[in-house]
């Protein structure tokens, strides 16, 4: 490992230990009331004393998540490969793709509740986190689509490339890149999607951390709402983590953006 | 013109070329090249020498004129080589994989496509290369994976735009050799589109200088002079240091310059 690696590892956590401690300390020291700000350590003992209905709760909306992100990821590579076909198509149908992106997901979510019906929440949730991570994959595989170098297009018209190869040998792994990219912003939309809905909405069969966060609250539990916090935000943190290395494992052997070069 | 059409591959006549707005790009253009020869197009940039060979290839459709092959539909051959400016790879795919690609879209399996994947990657030398990536090689490597990405489907003709433009002196001079030995072996139509006066002079039998009526840039380009080079190949560093070499340099260059000899 090189210097500037363990650097790069080693700095951010120092920072973030070190960011603990003095609130830990400040905490104890001006005996901050833990219903304002509760102290580091007391946060963690909530994290044990609620551990099983946290983890639940983590679990919930982690699936909810992770299914949201999976259709966008479909949905969005797929929409995007019709308009890269059909112009036509495209221009009709992509401001109402604007639309849905640009409205606030808060302000749709009594709506969508209303539609799937209240013994449905589940699949509200699901819907709304699904709006919020659907457009940045839709906008950035269009835009790769779109952006493949002509010489090689017209390479693939010299040898009679039908539509379906083009598209398979050509445009696709062109697009990995922006595909991937849209991925990594889309992962962290579909949890805020989740975690708003679920403010908006409620929870629907299983409690999620959105819920727990709301419940803690009412009861001005504060370490346990921290606790949740907490959980959300690693939750997070593993998503961008898995997405970047997925990103490396597939592009660290040509792009541009990925590959080690010794300096 | 006046060469024979029995010996004719493509003929063009009256040939026009006007895009959008109307401006015509090339115009008037009259040519039959034979097979198997080598032949140069030379001009200033923007006097649509890649037009030209865009419509040769069928991405482009003549505004006016015709194009007709040799064949009894005359319609442009179905495997035709076309080497860009650029390698034009796809970073993704190995050199072989690369090489590969006009076979897979004619849907042959790989299997059966290995050994003119390795003939024509062993005749650009680049033999032992086959499993390297695009951004591993040189501009001279890339150009000759291009070359052998070309060659690979065997094909009667050969369009070459600007190929060797942005590699430096001594790999352009190589690949120069290397080049018209594949040709000479192989018996290609080699069509080769440059800027370079001594490339084009040392490569060619034939040279077409293109230009523009006045220097104003807009103008249509056409073809100005139809220039033989009729020094004998093999040719190698002698004939780069020969009088009659320069001699027809200069005659090149004059016709660029719109005098007349
Ligand atoms: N698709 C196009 N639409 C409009 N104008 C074009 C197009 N392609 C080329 N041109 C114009 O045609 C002229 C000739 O271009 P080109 O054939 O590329 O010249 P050359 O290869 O000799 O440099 C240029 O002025 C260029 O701007
Ligand atoms: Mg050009």
Redesign the interface.
């Known amino acids: 490992m090189t210097s500037g690696r363990i650097k790069r590892i080693a700095l951010p956590h120092l920072v973030g230990l070190a960011f603990f401690l003095i609130w830990e300390v400040a905490v104890q020291f001006y005996e901050v009331p833990q219903f304002l700000l509760p102290a580091p350590s007391r946060i963690l003992e909530a994290l044990a004393d609620n551990f099983a209905s946290l983890m639940s709760a983590l679990w919930v909306t982690l699936r909810i998540t992770v299914l949201a992100f999976a259709l966008a990821v479909v949905g969005g590579v797929a929409l995007a490969v019709v308009f890269s076909q059909s112009r036509t198509v495209e221009t009709a149908l992509f401001p109402f793709a604007v639309i849905l992106q640009v409205t606030p997901v808060v302000a749709i979510a009594p709506l969508v509740l209303i539609w799937v019906g209240f013994d449905n929440v589940n699949l509200a949730l699901l819907i709304l986190a699904w709006i919020v991570a659907f457009f940045p994959i839709l906008s950035n595989t269009t835009l790769g689509l779109r952006s493949v ?1 002509h ?2 297009m ?8 039908s539509r379906w ?1 083009r598209l398979w ?2 445009q696709l ?1 062109a697009s ?1 890149p922006h595909i991937l990219g849209g991925m990594k912003i889309s992962g962290g939309l579909a949890l805020i999607g989740a975690v708003v809905a679920e403010f908006v909405a409620g929870s629907g069969s299983g409690t999620g951390l959105a819920w727990r966060i709301i419940e803690a609250g009412n009861r001005l539990q504060v370490p346990t709402m921290f606790a949740a916090l907490l959980l959300l935000s690693a939750l997070g943190i593993a998503i961008f983590f898995s997405l970047s290395v997925l990103e490396h494992i597939v592009l660290s ?4 953006s990925a ?1 080690d070069r010794e300096k | 013109m006046s060469t024979s059409s029995a010996t004719s591959l493509v003929q063009l006549s009256h040939v026009t070329k006007s895009f959008e707005d109307g401006r015509d790009v090339v115009t008037d253009i009259n040519i039959d090249i034979a097979q198997g020869s080598f032949v140069s197009l030379v001009g200033p940039s923007g006097c649509g020498k890649s037009t030209l060979l865009r419509m040769l290839a069928g991405l482009l459709q003549p505004t006016k004129g015709d194009i007709l092959w040799l064949g009894s539909d005359h319609a442009r051959p179905a495997d035709l080589g076309f080497v860009f400016q650029d390698a034009t790879l796809l970073p993704w795919a190995s050199v072989s994989e690369n090489v590969y690609l006009p076979l897979k879209l004619k849907e042959i399996t790989r299997e059966a496509a290995e050994p003119d994947i390795d003939a024509a990657l062993e005749r650009v030398g680049l033999g032992d290369a086959a499993a390297k990536l695009p951004h591993e090689l040189s501009g001279g490597m890339a150009m000759r994976v291009s070359i052998a990405r070309a060659l690979v489907t065997e094909p009667p003709v050969l369009l070459m735009d600007e190929p060797f433009a942005a590699l430096d002196e001594l790999s352009r001079e190589k690949l120069d050799d290397d080049l018209l030995t594949l040709w000479r072996e192989l018996g290609w139509t080699v069509i080769f589109v440059t800027h370079s006066v001594y490339e084009s002079v040392y490569l060619s039998e034939r040279i077409l200088v293109m230009g523009t009526d006045g220097d104003a840039a807009g103008k249509p380009g056409r073809i100005v002079a139809d220039l033989p080079i009729d020094a004998p190949y093999p040719r190698g560093l002698a004939f780069r240091q020969c009088q009659s070499y320069f001699g027809h340099c200069r005659t090149v260059s004059s016709a660029l310059r719109g005098e007349t000899s």
């Open positions: 170098d010489h090689l017209e390479l693939f018209t010299l040898y009679g490339a190869q040998s050509l792994p990995l052997r040509w792009h541009e590959i």
